[in-house]
């Protein structure tokens, strides 16, 4: 399975802005989506942006307009921008990978996991 490493999680006022990032290894699949996803107690996995191998982005409507994913090809590293964040963004946040089934990635069932990046929002 792919193995991914996250980071970049950490504690922010509202309004301000944190960048995720998640390195992948072991990727043998050339078409696989790269997915970011967050969950909190009490709530089910939520999924907040996808990447493909193309470059082809997917995003949730809650994440569509303050969250923006990239990827650096040559690192093997794909980018989770989040700015005007929210409390209620306070999460621990997922990096994500999966064969790409269907062409909305967000849609594809994620197989390989990362062990989470904290990220905390206060008012």
């Known amino acids: 399975q792919v193995q991914l490493v996250e980071s970049g999680g950490g504690s922010v006022q509202a309004g301000g802005s944190l960048r995720l990032s998640c390195t992948a290894s072991r990727v043998t699949d050339s078409n696989i989506c790269l997915g970011w996803f967050r969950q909190t107690p009490g709530k089910e996995r939520e999924g907040g942006a996808a990447?493909?191998?193309?470059?082809?982005?997917f995003y949730t409507d809650s994440a569509l307009g303050r969250f923006t994913i990239s990827q650096d090809n040559t690192k093997n590293t794909d980018y989770l921008q989040m700015n005007a964040l929210k409390p209620e963004d306070t999460a621990m946040y997922y990096c994500?990978?999966?064969?790409?089934?269907?062409?909305?990635?967000?849609?594809?069932?994620?197989?390989?996991w990362g062990q989470g990046t904290k990220v905390t929002v206060s008012s």
């Open positions: 994500a990978a999966g064969a790409r089934t269907w062409r909305y990635c967000l849609s594809t069932e994620y197989t390989s």
């Open positions: 990447i493909a191998t193309d470059g082809g982005t």
